[in-house]
């Protein structure tokens, strides 16, 4: 055995980063070299490129081509440590990050880059209904689900209840929704229809609905035009200005309408993680802790808040999009900063953050790209938006296998991951939670 | 929508197979062009290559490449019906087959092909800590249990814990348990000590133990005696002539021996699916149904038993053994048994099993081959395994992958698959059975 959990003895400061996504993983790698010794916290054991989570929740893509162990990403960091473990706090005047399980872990600096989850404004009891799409378990959730309403329908008696269980609705037309809306629209209309016999998939209604006025609104509007032409064209019944008032397991309120849905997938809100709350920080509506212009606490200068879980305003005074290339250079700025903290280097100009543009897939044939002076549409943005997403994959076994498996779907228009799998009724995953399951498993309670 | 379930007024004999495995799959492929009219019923929607599923355990590869959505196989089989459902048994008077859920499927042939799951012996109760290797489910949960139990013993202060979270016991010591001994060793010793700082991952102990006298006692003493040696050079621990006597959360009870470790894997025995009991058949003690010469039931000469639910000795009076090739062979020759039923050509003689031989890897670079003449051990006979096993896997698709990963774990001794997923404690999966999940997702209950 190494040593055991006594900290090492060891003069390094110490930096610790709590959350494996884009932030966090960007600042350890820009802090190669800076001579100090990080600690990497999770409670998951990989990093996800949640930018193709929607491939992933519908069957393009399987979960272990957008996701990656974090230990594998450093291996050969020697100063970066990794624990699988859940944060439940932070105690600021000991310095201290505090576990479910195992002994707190002293720091010098802090970097909390927790990111966030979806959020129901209120009406939490619709997450039993209506899945968000944030982890690799929502993307698996929702395949199930979506693969799973084809199937009832097809052993469905009842032509009221077949027609619910082939009702699809997605609330959100951000990115996210449009992307999912999409793809369940050309699995039902031109991808399932030659798999079933009792069943016409194609008669299947996927309902895009969007209490605001437009769909992708953060998108030029003759963008966002072409997105709802587009989506239309694709099957998907576009629903603007119209607010969901509740989801149940069968049937999702849309103003005073009742619709008949088995699935309903939330696409609509996000909510930081309680970071903030740990550390005491001032937090936005959204619960994102607002950071100082080095993206430290004002409160605790040693304490740095960066991705989805940091409320930032860029110089013009507009928020800092909750995106992964946002995160990623929030991560690579806070690594800069210490690295000036630990006197390697002068300090950096307050945080600023650049545009690189907008993407958004319409299917799987088209897109929209917008960067700022140039935009574009249809296939040439979808290509554009495919090159983008494989050349920022990491790992070359991970982009090729990507590329490949895109290239099946779009030759043979087959999908590649289209898989059921749920917990087993016989196997205790299916047990209370804290029972049996808490008891083989401890770290994923 | 395409007509309901009232039976589709169809002339055609009505073939009923009940399960999606090697046996089933295969029957309904020799039955192409047969005029006859098939119903596939599966309680999962993908065909499992089994034979490979130690692999998707151990990190090699992911689930969707070893299964494929049955509705994919048979798309373009417009005579080939697939219903996802769980068989609750069969009325032979009626001669319908009985769904938990929707209408009975009525038969004028019926094929049970419904395999066979793992057998505790008695001990029922050991399944909660030993899980066994069936399903993309077990699979799933067996490497999470592996790969949690590294994190574990990572983030572990006390040194008897940590002990107890390195050491793994696999019980039984036919091909699936060498198999799966043979990784986890390698896991332990030559792929993850790189990703870890705190402890020395090749401190684990692996355990491999065998109620009787020799390892893959149906291999030939000498093949049997190089696969013994060669798991020790992996660093596994072969215990023979040991029995298991208990299974807990926390230890492997070895005669009156109590061996501290919180990963135990079963694969010592086999018990067949209810099928048997479903149609009043006379079974053997691991509930295989006794079958005729040609494979049916002498109650129901209609009713056929294939796969790892029949219980069938050839003319030499052997017993068939339960692997892929018997259970294709099987399928196979109930379809031109059906085929001559309905009249298109003669009945075949009694089935006779033809053994092609017995193929087990010791870890990722050696295997032990015995085709009876010729055997072969080592290199050579892993290179003739895992083309045999390409060559085997269904779509083209899949084998391309596979091998892409193979070649990539061999030149890389880095592994593809090492993502741990759980039903996250946030969502209602993890709620007890038959409440939120169960609303939500019916068939998987």
């Known amino acids: ?102 002994a707190p872990v002293s720091y010098d600096y802090l970097v909390l880059a927790t990111g966030a989850r979806h959020s129901y404004f209120g009406h939490d009891a619709w997450e039993a209904h209506a899945p968000g799409l944030k982890t690799l378990e929502d993307a698996t959730r929702i395949r199930r689900k979506v693969l799973q309403a084809f199937e009832m329908a097809e052993t469905e008696d009842d032509p009221e209840a077949r027609a619910a269980h082939l009702t699809f609705a997605v609330i959100g037309a951000g990115p996210t929704g449009v ?146 290339p946002a995160a990623k250079q929030m991560g690579a700025y806070v690594a800069a900063v210490i690295r000036a903290r630990l006197g390697a280097r002068g300090a950096p100009g307050p945080f600023v953050y650049r545009h690189a543009g907008n993407l958004a897939t319409l299917g799987r044939r088209a897109a929209i790209a917008d960067f700022g002076r140039v935009t574009l549409t249809g296939a040439v943005a979808w290509w554009v938006w495919g090159i983008a997403h494989i050349y920022f994959l990491i790992g070359t076994r991970s982009r090729f296998v990507v590329a490949w498996n895109w290239l099946w779907t779009f030759v043979t228009r087959q999908n590649a991951a289209r898989l059921i799998t749920m917990s087993d009724p016989r196997l205790p995953q299916a047990a209370p939670a804290g029972t049996e399951r808490s008891k083989r498993s401890p770290a994923s309670s």
Not at 301 to 318: E, K, L, R, W, Y
């Open 1 to 102: 055995m190494k040593t055991a959990h006594q900290p090492i003895p060891d003069k390094r400061p110490h930096v610790v980063v709590v959350g494996g996504g884009f932030a966090g993983v960007q600042c350890i790698k820009s802090l190669r070299g800076a001579g100090a010794r990080i600690t990497l916290i999770d409670q998951r054991n990989h990093h996800l490129f949640q930018p193709l989570l929607y491939q992933a929740a519908t069957t393009i893509l399987a979960p272990s081509e957008i996701a990656w162990p974090l230990r594998q990403l450093f291996r050969d960091r020697q100063d970066v440590t990794t624990l699988m473990g859940r944060v439940t706090g932070v105690d600021t005047s000991k310095r201290c990050v505090l576990l479910k399980r195992g």
């Open 179 to 324: 992307e999912l809306a999409g793809i369940i629209a050309e699995l039902a209309h031109r991808i399932l229809p030659r798999d079933f016999r009792r069943i016409d998939t194609r008669a299947a209604r996927v309902l895009l609905i969007e209490a605001g006025p437009t769909v992708l609104s953060a998108f030029p509007e003759q963008l966002s035009a072409y997105a709802r032409q587009s989506l239309a064209g694709l099957g998907v019944e576009v629903m603007t200005g119209d607010a969901v008032t509740g989801c149940s397991a069968d049937a999702v309120m849309v103003g005073d309408r009742r619709i008949p849905c088995r699935t309903i997938i939330w696409a609509a809100g996000v909510q930081a993680s309680p970071a903030a709350s740990w550390v005491g920080a001032s937090r936005d509506r959204a619960g994102r802790a607002f950071v100082g212009p080095d993206l430290s606490l004002a409160s605790h200068p040693d304490i740095f808040v960066v991705g989805d879980a940091a409320s930032v305003s860029d110089t013009a005074g507009q928020a800092v999009p909750g995106i992964a």
